[in-house]
């Protein structure tokens, strides 16, 4: 089953922000653990305890990620009295990401005219968010009503080749992926070699399903920087939907050497293990992930299928427990067949049947849905009933039931 049918849709406003500010840096350094486990309690709403670690955190180092991540916290716990607190203790003046973040603060407690204010000075800094990502963020918004803002937008804040890079980004965050592969071949071919435009290259090719080409294109922005996570997972993604996928596997490993404790690779390397049919070890890294992020669904998914495979169902029972409240309706039908293989392989088989039977009032034609129910029946000992749906089946265009119509429906 593809991952990338399943998105990552559980993670809150405010994480999210978090994550986008992140992600604007080339090169970050490595947090402990205890800081991805209070960024995992953000996103599931338990603020006071991720402040908690936070500020804990921030007392042995001065750390503008560490203190990002305790004013969230605040912020979302309406504690603004904690959050001037923090912001005053842990001055970085000299950090654009603590001129962005009072500007956040100011922008979210109504202060709009000091919010505006710090979003110049972090605007006047070399290296920045994009115009675009600062629209979308969550805590900024506030601010954009007023005509302040909009003065501050008339300034020139971007040089040239920064604009350029913003506009490419842009395209590639809609996912114009023909567009933007006109603009790189068009008016940037001679910055291919660099990593940025190596990387956006690879995303508009994978985009327009060419791997072989993004692959080279990921190679040339990996090797240029091989501790950038976006870079490395992209890359291994590539490699395992053409097949590679050992390397894949070794790539994300050499990877989590550097950086052991962020859980951001174990995703990749859960699908990449399962793939290569490591699928007990496939069930532990995904499990590690589910320790951070419980509702999931793809992770949520990925243990489920691996348990299959490596013939632990009561674990893949469970995780398909924990999934399917959390499934989207058109992938219920896939969740209810597992069910209902792991426990027929387990010999509850009436259980079975009742998954079975629902799968197929939402999908009557599914001729492999057919020829598994009417198994069950014939477990179960009622060739009637297993009968008719192998009828069904033969009628619909199954050419595989026709021996198991000899075998238990002879006249």
Known sequence: ?????????????IFFCLHSV?????????????????LSWQARGWHTSAAQVFD????????????????????ALGEFDSVQHRLAAHEMKKLPAYSLLKAEVGCYTGNYAEGIAYLGQYLAARYKLSEQELMRDTLLQPCQNRKSWDSLWTQQWYAPEQQTLNHLEYLAYKGDWHLLLEELDAQYARLAKRHEYAFLRAQALEGIHDLKSALLAAEIATNQRPRELRYVILRARLMLALGYKRQAEALLIDLQKHDKYNPAFLPPLAWTQYEIGRHAVAYT??????????????????AALAASAAKMYSQSLNMLARLFPLASDNTKVGLQRLRAEMLTAQGDYRQALED????????????????????????????????????????????????????????
């Not at 992140?22 to 209070?38: D, G, I, V």
């Open 1 to 13: 089953m593809n991952s990338r049918a399943l998105h990552y849709g559980f993670l809150i406003a």
């Open 22 to 38: 992140c992600k604007s840096f080339a090169q970050l350094p490595f947090y402990p653990e205890r800081y991805h486990r209070a």
């Open 56 to 75: 804990s955190l921030l007392a042995k180092r001065n750390e503008i990620e560490y203190l990002r991540g305790s004013v969230l916290s605040y912020l």
């Open 285 to 302: 890294t995904a499990q590690r992930y589910l320790e951070y992020y419980p509702q999931d669904t793809a992770m949520l998914r990925c």
């Open 356 to 411: 079975y039977k629902d799968a197929l009032t939402r999908r009557p034609q599914d001729t492999t849905l057919l020829r598994q129910t009417a198994q069950v029946y014939f477990q179960l000992r009622d060739t009637v009933e297993g009968c008719k749906l192998l009828n069904r089946a033969q009628t619909v265009g199954h050419l595989r039931v026709d021996l198991m119509l000899l075998r238990y429906c002879k006249k």
